[in-house]
């Protein structure tokens, strides 16, 4: 009789044992769902925002370009400005040279 009573207390023990273990192993495995479950979408997240600022980088970029060849052009334009009016300096100076000569002239002919 001790031997039964023995052996069917050791037996709820175990039982009780591999219960509470089972139990807990269930939570853990909960716990560790939630938090890969969160990962993920904190990781989607991620990626979009990655994607988002990748768009706005390629169009900043391409902003950059558009500016670089609007400041190559008004560059280009300003050398082009400079030297007409070197040019028209030169010119003007050749004039009043030559009104010169002519006031020259014509207070001579006075």
Request: glycine share 2%; charged share 30%.
């Amino acid at each position: 009789m001790f031997l039964e009573w023995s052996l069917l207390t050791i037996v709820s023990m175990i039982a009780i044992f591999l219960f509470v273990k089972m139990y807990y192993f269930k939570s853990v495995t909960f716990k560790e769902h939630k938090s890969n479950e969160l990962m993920k979408l904190t990781l989607q997240e991620a990626e979009v925002l990655i994607r988002k600022y990748q768009i706005q980088l390629q169009r900043a970029l391409g902003n950059i370009d558009i500016l670089s060849e609007e400041l190559n052009k008004l560059r280009s334009e300003m050398k082009t400005l400079k030297s007409r009016g070197s040019q028209h300096r030169f010119e003007t100076e050749k004039l009043n040279n030559k009104i010169k000569e002519l006031e020259g002239r014509i207070d001579a002919l006075l």
